[in-house]
């Protein structure tokens, strides 16, 4: 009887799990490329390597390094860059090979590098997970020289799936979280606080601690929550589609950014982001 009542304990739970597949295969497979291809996390790849390419970037500080880096290893042989990795979490960053130091504090309270010694930092789906954004970006401030750079790539606190995140109790939501994305969600389960992740306040945040914005992208995608079952997949992407039509930054799904520090010579070129203005 234990045998039997396990058994009709695990059935019901692997049908669902194929079901969901089954699911998310096809959701995937009807996703135009270009859905993908135009959002945020192929812009943050693109935009990286032209940021790495500047004559005078060479030290670049991965913020939130943990496991891996999110480029090509040759880039950093190409680029002639060194690579700083900062995470809270310092056995993650062990496993991170392409690291060439690496720095385990929490960038809210404090970074322990010299002022003024980083060119380029880089935030990859980080800077929802801070407590305090605007002490973030003073302390990304101070470690910058004048004439650098951050790039930063985070969601909107407005996205659906935020919104759900910020409303559910942790361990529901890292449930769902499970259900929705399959395999990939270990690497997404991180507790998130989205603390003026959104695009008018993160503009203030940065504007007011002395950053000039050079360009900003929003992204309105994010049906891939919803692949776990089409009917919810196909209605979330009609929502994309609106969203995307209308506009409001401030009810974009990600955020992409890139801001300068004022350098010390004013009429220092740039880079030309904006293909429109």
């Known amino acids: 009887m234990a ?22 295969r096809i959701s995937r ?44 290893a040759q880039y950093k042989e190409w680029y002639r860059i060194r690579l700083i990795g900062l995470d809270i979490d310092g056995s993650a960053m062990s496993a991170n090979a392409l690291l060439d130091e690496r720095i385990e504090c929490d960038v809210v309270h404090s970074i322990p590098l010299q002022p003024g010694s980083v060119d380029l930092c880089m935030i990859h789906s980080g800077i ?8 973030v970006l003073q302390n990304l401030f101070e470690v910058l020289r004048p004439g650098g750079f951050i790039l930063a790539q985070f969601p909107n606190r407005y996205a659906p799936f935020a919104m759900a995140n910020q409303l559910l109790p942790h361990s529901v939501s890292k449930w769902l979280l499970g259900r929705a994305m399959g395999d990939t969600a270990v690497a997404l389960g991180y507790r998130a606080h989205y603390d003026r992740t959104n695009y008018s ?3 203030n945040l940065a504007m007011q601690v002395g ?9 309105y995608y994010s049906s891939s929550y919803c692949e776990f079952f089409v009917p919810l997949f196909m209605l979330s992407y009609a929502l994309y589609l609106i969203r995307f039509a209308i506009g409001i930054k401030n009810l974009a799904s990600y955020n992409i950014w890139v801001l300068h520090k004022p350098a010390n010579t004013p009429d220092e070129p740039l880079f030309q982001f904006y293909a429109w203005r």
């Open 201 to 203: 306040a993160f503009r």
């Open 29 to 72: 497979a009807i996703t135009p490329d270009h859905a993908h291809e135009a959002n945020v996390f192929g812009a943050y790849r693109k935009i990286g390597a032209l940021l790495m390419s500047h004559p005078r970037v060479s030290t670049v500080a991965d913020v939130g390094a943990g496991r891996w880096w999110q480029f090509p």
């Open 128 to 135: 929802e997970h801070f407590a305090d954004n605007g002490r």
């Open 211 to 219: 950053f000039r914005e050079l360009y900003y992208m929003p992204g």
């Open 3 to 24: 045998i039997m009542s396990m058994r009709d304990h695990v059935f019901p739970r692997s049908l669902v799990g194929r079901f969901f597949d089954f699911n998310r």
